[in-house]
């Protein structure tokens, strides 16, 4: 596996609920991602953190709230979501942040909102 | 603006046929391209990249080449095998004063034993 983990792996939702996702990764990297992957689409970078401070929130809506509490743990708060929101979430991590780096990514929390 | 294309969204070949992934991209500064192999279940994983002063590079069955003139770059695979079958992902990188990689969207590899 790549080092980098996810949970929980399936998550239903309705509209009005709030759930976490969690990311963790044991790479002792110092760069976090949140990317949202939905169908015929690019994934999509949401936040990137570097060495815990968000470095960018790529215009996503404030019902997604990320969290990097210490440089292996990463959480994406949901509220209020829209059905729009399905997709599969993807973490990834880097040894610092930059496009050259190569990002490790998990296997992914696939969100359904109905 | 951002933008990578990828071609084919789809790709059937035989097992021990090549097959040969296109991108292209708009941002004439991107400097690397990294290619993502994604198998059911898992997350996208590195399989080769490629930075903007090589224009081919080679790993075993793998090799991706760039054209910085036509801003092509494409992935080729020889001698495929059914483990081969996966989504493949270009991306290149951009820098609009914060760095990061923009995608296409992906191509579905088949190969049929």
């Known amino acids: 596996e790549t080092g980098v983990t996810q949970t929980p792996r399936h998550l239903v939702m309705g509209m009005t609920n709030k759930k976490s996702l969690k990311c963790e990764q044991h790479l002792g990297h110092n760069a976090m991602y949140w990317y949202k992957q939905s169908a015929k689409k690019p994934l999509e970078l949401m936040f990137v953190?570097?060495?815990?401070?968000?470095?960018e929130n790529n215009s996503v809506p404030s019902r997604f709230s990320p969290e990097c509490p210490n440089s292996s743990h990463l959480f994406l708060h949901l509220h209020t979501l829209q059905p729009e929101d399905s997709a599969l979430y993807l973490c990834a991590s880097s040894q610092d942040w930059g496009f050259r780096e190569t990002q490790y990514f998990g296997p992914g929390t696939r969100l359904l909102v109905l | 603006g951002e933008n990578v294309e990828q071609h084919p969204s789809t790709l059937s070949v035989q097992e021990g046929d090549s097959a040969v992934i296109k991108c292209t991209y708009s941002d004439s500064a991107s400097n690397y391209f990294p290619w993502y192999k994604q198998e059911l279940g898992k997350g996208p994983q590195l399989i080769i990249d490629i930075r903007s002063n090589v224009g081919e590079k080679k790993d075993q069955r793998i090799a991706v080449t760039l054209n910085k003139t036509a801003k092509h770059f494409s992935l080729h695979i020889t001698e495929t095998q059914p483990e081969d079958s996966a989504v493949y992902f270009c991306a290149a990188s951009i820098n609009t004063g914060f760095q990061k990689l923009v995608f296409g969207t992906g191509t579905r590899l088949l190969v049929s034993p």
């Open positions: 953190y570097s060495l815990e401070e968000r470095v």
